[in-house]
DNA sequence: AAAATAATTTAAAACATATTAAACAATGGA
DNA sequence: TCCATTGTTTAATATGTTTTAAATTATTTT
C-alpha cells in the first residue's frame, strides 16, 4: 500500500482508539474510506494483516453501525465491503443510540429513589432533582436531534 | 450505606462504565455526588469497600477532570473531598480538551496528506479534502465552545 | 522525636478485551 | 458432485487495564 495511505489509516487508528473504538473496527474502517473501490474480507485481511477472523467479526460491528455497506458486483457473487462515507452521520447516529440507550437505563431508577421516603434527608432529595433536571436536558436535546443533527451534517 | 443511595451509585456506575470510564472513578464520584458532606479517601474506601491505592489513584484522576475537589476543614489537616456538581460542565469540558488533544495529532498528518505528489490518484485527493472539510467544523465547533456550553448548562 | 495514622507509589494479581488459529460452513468453479 | 476458495464461529492465546497488597513516604499526635 501507498505510504501516505498507510499513515493516515495508522492516525485514524489510533485517532478512533482514543475514542475507545477497537483497532481493528478503526483500520478497516478508515481503509475502506480511502480505498476508490470495493473490497472483500479477504483483501482487507491481506492489506492490514489481519486474521480473516478478525475482520469478519468487526466487519459486522462496522455494518450494525452503518459505517460500511455490502455491496454485490456482476460476476462477483460474494459481498464486497465500502465505507459510508458521511463520517459525520456515523458518529451522531451512534451518539443517539448510545443516550438512548442510557437514557432508557436509568429513568426507572431515578423514579424509584424519588418515591423512596427518605425525605428525612434534605440533601439527598436535592441531588434527585438535579439529575432529574439533567435528563430532561437531554431528552430534550434527543427530541431536537434531527434539527440539530442537519445542521451540522449539511 | 442507605440503600437507595447505593442502588443509585451501582446504576451511575455502570452508566460510567458504559462511556468507557473505569469502575472506580465512576462509585467515587457518585459517591461523593450523592454525599452531603466531603470524604476523606479512608472513609471512601471503606464505604466503597475499594483498596485505599486505588482510591488514591482515582481521586488524582477525578482531580485532573476538575470532578472533585480537595477541601480543608478547621481541626482536620488532611484533605477532604467534594464533587463538582456541575456535571455538565464537567463533561463538556473533557470533551473540549478530548477533541482539541486528537485535532492536534491529526492535522499535520493530512497536511503531509496533502503536500504528498499522489496526484494521480484523484479519489485519494478528494478524500483528503472531505476529512479537511470535517476538522474545519469541528474547530469552528470548538472556537464557538464557550457560547453553546452556556447555552446549555445555563 | 517516636509512634500511630493516612496517603501514595509500585509490582504483582485478577480481570476484561482483542486477536488469532483452527475447525466448521457456505459458495463457486471444475 | 467434488475440490478449492472464502467466510464465520469458537476456543485459546495474547494484550491491556484495573485492582490490590505491600512497601514507601508523608503527616499528625503524643
Same mark, same amino acid.
Given at each position: 500500500?501507498?505510504?501516505?495511505?498507510?499513515?493516515?489509516?495508522?492516525?485514524?487508528?489510533?485517532?478512533?482508539?482514543?475514542?475507545?473504538?477497537?483497532?481493528?473496527?478503526?483500520?478497516?474502517?478508515?481503509?475502506?474510506?480511502?480505498?476508490?473501490?470495493?473490497?472483500?474480507?479477504?483483501?482487507?485481511? %491481506?492489506?492490514?494483516?489481519?486474521?480473516?477472523?478478525?475482520?469478519?467479526?468487526?466487519?459486522?460491528?462496522?455494518?450494525? &453501525?452503518?459505517?460500511?455497506?455490502?455491496? &454485490?458486483?456482476?460476476?462477483?457473487?460474494?459481498?464486497?465491503?465500502?465505507?459510508?462515507?458521511?463520517?459525520?452521520?456515523?458518529?451522531?447516529? %451512534?451518539?443517539?443510540?448510545?443516550?438512548?440507550?442510557?437514557?432508557?437505563?436509568?429513568?426507572?431508577?431515578?423514579?424509584?429513589?424519588?418515591?423512596?421516603?427518605?425525605?428525612?434527608?434534605?440533601?439527598?432529595?436535592?441531588?434527585?432533582?438535579?439529575?432529574? %433536571?439533567?435528563?430532561?436536558?437531554?431528552?430534550?436535546?434527543?427530541?431536537?436531534?434531527?434539527?440539530?443533527?442537519?445542521?451540522?451534517?449539511?
Amino acid at each position: 500500500m501507498e505510504k501516505t495511505k498507510e499513515k493516515l489509516i495508522e492516525a485514524a487508528t489510533n485517532l478512533g482508539e482514543g475514542i475507545g473504538l477497537n483497532r481493528a473496527v478503526c483500520q478497516i474502517y478508515a481503509l475502506l474510506y480511502l480505498s476508490d473501490h470495493p473490497l472483500s474480507p479477504t483483501e482487507i485481511g %491481506k492489506i492490514l494483516g489481519m486474521s480473516k477472523g478478525n475482520v469478519s467479526i468487526n466487519l459486522r460491528t462496522l455494518e450494525q &453501525w452503518d459505517a460500511v455497506k455490502k455491496i &454485490w458486483r456482476k460476476g462477483y457473487s460474494r459481498a464486497l465491503y465500502t465505507a459510508n462515507e458521511n463520517i459525520e452521520e456515523i458518529v451522531l447516529n %451512534k451518539l443517539k443510540t448510545g443516550i438512548e440507550k442510557r437514557l432508557k437505563y436509568i429513568k426507572p431508577i431515578i423514579s424509584l429513589a424519588k418515591e423512596n421516603p427518605s425525605h428525612s434527608d434534605e440533601n439527598f432529595s436535592e441531588k434527585i432533582n438535579q439529575i432529574e %433536571k439533567l435528563l430532561s436536558k437531554i431528552e430534550f436535546f434527543l427530541g431536537n436531534f434531527e434539527t440539530i443533527k442537519s445542521l451540522i451534517t449539511k
